[in-house]
């Protein structure tokens, strides 16, 4: 028997209707641009609101995708927070597949063998909408991939880069997934998101740590290790909150697009 993790927000965060999907998210990619294509392109922080919201930001991160060999079959390591349960650690969600109104995701056999070792709880993922809202990008940007999905709740960074370092090869793509700062002003937003837009690309892990707000910050800061130990550089890709795409600007919630790139040979 096949187990399919299901949509839990499609035709809330985003379009049930496959063609309008298809069409919302090619939208939101041609919008945007390319940035880097000099070195290998190993990692990507996006947010996960609703597309009205926060889709010009994920088109901003996944554009580059672009850069990627489309003919390689990929390993997304896909990293984001649990907002709906209490949850200690991780919970690598190690169902046969992902499904979206645009098809099915494999999972791959390396969640199988991650959840043995950091654990699976089935209700971290299955309300979840921090990893879903990012499936549909990942199905048209690579033509083919097998994800390693993965919700945090109370983690220690460093130790999951240290578990998740081994498993990245060649092959393997890390994208997180996280909004910023949550119902402040307009203005405020701003200046407390300048903090993450200047040390995610730094890798100025105490910052972020002390000062960055983010809701998945715990996969933020896991990435910033695993970069700062391997050499790679950081961009921040785009900018927006909430009062700049759909919605007000008395409470807004901040999204941030960011880039990570091998070190120059």
Not at 222 to 250: E, I, K
């Amino acid at each position: 028997m096949t187990h399919t993790r299901y949509p839990a927000v499609a035709g809330m965060f985003y379009p049930a209707e496959a063609e309008t999907l298809r069409r919302q998210v090619q939208a939101h990619l041609t919008a945007a641009t390319l940035q880097n294509t000099k070195q290998p392109l190993k990692a990507l922080v996006a947010p996960h609101a609703g597309y009205i919201y926060s889709g010009p930001v994920a088109g901003s991160a996944y554009r580059q995708l672009d850069s990627l060999d489309k003919n390689k079959h990929w390993k997304v390591f896909l990293l984001g927070p649990c907002h709906r349960v209490s949850l200690r650690g991780a919970s690598v969600c190690a169902f046969d597949q992902y499904q979206t109104p645009l098809g099915n995701i494999p999972v791959s056999p390396v969640a199988k063998t991650l959840a043995q070792q950091l654990g699976f709880v089935p209700e971290a993922d299955l309300q979840e909408h921090a990893l879903e809202v990012q499936l549909p990008f990942l199905q048209l940007q690579l033509p083919s991939f097998e994800l390693i999905p993965i919700v945090i709740g109370q983690a220690a960074p460093a130790a999951l880069a240290a578990v998740l370092a081994p498993l990245l090869d060649e092959d393997s793509l890390l994208v997180i997934s996280t909004d910023l700062s949550h119902y402040l002003s307009y203005e405020e937003a701003c200046k407390v998101d300048a903090v993450a837009n200047q040390a995610i690309p730094a890798l100025d892990i105490a910052r972020m740590q002390h000062q960055g707000d983010a809701c998945g910050i715990v996969g933020v800061l896991s990435l910033m290790h695993l970069a700062q130990a391997r050499g790679w550089q950081g961009q921040l890709l785009d900018y927006r909150n909430s009062g700049d795409t759909a919605g007000p600007r008395d409470r807004v919630v901040g999204y941030g697009a960011y880039a990570f790139t091998a070190a120059a040979a």
